[in-house]
């Protein structure tokens, strides 16, 4: 494997728009810094983006731009958003030069495209994240002018960015005595009912539950659980959800890839529910990634019943725990880090 180290300082990060994205900035951010590079950023004024980094001194300089989505519109919106992109990439490419940006990192969404294509136009080295098993849109534009394409799938996978917690709390699970119901920060209905649904029976089979709920759906849960005289951890967010999971058997959960990366990291076997409406069903084929390596359950939403649950939970859930073990490992933010800093060049790709 040959390499050519060429000690870039000056990189610049970009996308966001949700905390799937967010979260693997500041991952590779924290990496750059401990490196001694110096790292800037450029996201979105809409989108979480702001609240995430517009007070995060860490980054050398900060842009937030008025970026918008151009795929879902049509007609003279469609339009309009093309001529805010070409506008924004323009501020991009003026903040690129300013400060001698020498990398771009693209971890994608709308908030990613201005300083993605200013990359291109000025010949800047663009490498470019997908966090899922079928890419996105602007990544798949992008793929084609990436010296490096980072994916956590398939061949050449790249480890996911996760935090060192989910490793560090991880542990093979041989039995069930507690499942944890996530339907991620904003909740997830269908989760909500599903879990109350069976509830009464982990109950009875002397099975605890932990329960993210989402904040929007907090009280009416909460009230179901005492109305069923069970008592059961719920919560509507939690800030060290990974100390949750850790004491947690057996999961149910939305196929994110943040979130499913973490509970990989952690070793826990997952039955996933894929939102039915995300992106190219991207949740489902990241699920599906994990079922074909009988590391992983996927269910579609109206397919979920509990009699399909019950079944599962009687499965070797220890199997499954040590199957996670080859899929991902620590580290994968300084490895990107690394790449960053100083590209090598790898037979493969793709």
Do not use: C
């Not at 001529?83 to 001698?100: C, N, T, V, W």
């Not at 080295?125 to 990544?139: D, I, K, M």
């Not at 490096?148 to 709390?169: L, N, Q």
């Not at 359950?297 to 996670?324: H, T, Y």
């Amino acid at each position: 494997m040959a390499s050519n180290m060429v000690n870039r300082r000056n990189i610049l990060l970009t996308g966001g728009g949700t905390g799937g994205h967010l979260s693997i900035v500041r991952a590779v951010r924290e990496e750059l810094s401990k490196r001694g590079a110096e790292p800037f950023y450029i996201g979105s004024r809409s989108g979480q983006d702001r609240a995430w980094f517009a007070n995060d001194t860490a980054f050398k300089k900060r842009l937030f731009l008025k970026s918008v989505g151009v795929v879902d519109k049509k007609g003279f919106s469609k339009a309009a958003s093309i001529i805010q992109l070409l506008k924004s990439a323009k501020e991009a490419y003026s903040f690129m030069k300013i400060y001698d940006i020498e990398a771009v990192f693209s971890v994608g969404g709308y908030s990613a495209a201005p300083a993605s294509f200013a990359a291109i136009v000025s010949r800047t080295p663009l490498f470019v994240h997908e966090q899922n098993a079928v890419s996105g849109t602007l990544n798949r534009v992008l793929k084609p002018f990436a010296k490096r394409f980072i994916s956590p799938y398939g061949k050449g996978a790249v480890d996911y960015p996760v935090e060192s917690s989910f490793f560090e709390t991880a542990r093979i699970r041989t039995k069930i005595g507690s499942v944890i119901f996530l339907g991620g920060s904003q909740g997830a209905k269908s989760i909500n009912d599903f879990a109350l649904s069976v509830a009464a029976e982990l109950k009875r089979r002397g099975i605890a539950i932990i329960h993210q709920t989402g904040n929007s759906d907090y009280k009416r849960v909460i009230s179901e659980y005492r109305r069923l005289g069970i008592e059961a951890d719920v919560f509507g967010f939690d800030k060290e959800l990974y100390k949750k999971i850790a004491v947690s058997d057996f999961a149910v959960s939305r196929g994110g890839a943040g979130t499913l990366w973490e509970l990989a990291a952690n070793r826990i076997p997952t039955l996933f529910i894929p939102y039915p409406y995300a992106a190219g069903d991207h949740q489902y084929k990241n699920s599906l990634f994990f079922e074909k390596r009988s590391a992983g359950w996927v269910l579609r939403e109206k397919a979920l019943r509990p009699e399909l649950f019950w079944k599962i939970l009687e499965e070797d859930i220890e199997r499954v725990s040590r199957n996670l073990v080859s899929l991902i490992a620590p580290g994968g933010a300084g490895y990107i880090a690394d790449i960053l800093i100083g590209e090598q060049l790898f037979s493969d790709l793709s």
